[in-house]
């Protein structure tokens, strides 16, 4: 028996590649040196799915903010994967500014994010504020800004489910 979540993986495996934007959010990050951002790209193009987007912010909650909202008036990804602005220092405030946003938050991503973490980093995985959500009918993914931290997140938890991701917040 096919469980229901597999039945809609294949699915959503049928709607063709999924359109993903990136934000890096860094006050000190330029596309000569965002690792993080482009281990995305890699990634999700690897997979065969396209970035139609992508960009660096400051770490200010009210550009961050804008940003999501442009990128959701003027794009149509289904995906936007911010990497950077996780952790509890002054300037980090992604999580701040996507958590005001948020219609709907998907815990289980934070939380299994930290639990992969701290199988790598021990116990300073729970200063990560890793989050994920939907937004005006797009899936919102929020990761630390680390090259390891990215990889962890893209491999073992968004790719897997990326196109089933899109597939429920568009259905």
Do not use: C
Not at 23 to 37: H, I, K, L, P, W
Not at 59 to 80: G, Y
Not at 131 to 147: D, E, N
């Amino acid at each position: 028996m096919t469980s229901s979540s597999q039945q809609h993986r294949e699915i959503a495996a049928k709607q063709g590649p999924v359109r993903v934007a990136i934000v890096t959010v860094s006050d000190t990050r330029t596309r000569a040196n965002d690792t993080g951002g482009d281990l995305i790209e890699q990634r999700v193009t690897s997979a065969g799915h396209q970035v139609v987007f992508r960009e660096i912010v400051k770490d200010d909650p009210q550009r961050i903010a804008a940003l999501l909202d442009q990128i959701i008036d003027e794009t149509d990804a289904r995906i936007v994967l911010f990497t950077g602005g996780t952790g509890i220092a002054p300037r980090d405030t992604t999580y701040d500014a996507l958590a005001r946003k948020l219609e709907k938050t998907l815990p289980g991503f934070g939380e299994l994010f930290r639990m992969l973490s701290y199988q790598e980093v021990g116990a300073a995985a729970m200063l990560s504020r890793a989050t994920a959500g939907v937004y005006r009918g797009r899936v919102i993914v929020s990761m630390p800004g680390s090259p390891n931290a990215v990889q962890v997140a893209m491999d073992k938890l968004i790719l897997p489910e990326l196109q089933h991701l899109a597939w429920e917040v568009a259905r």
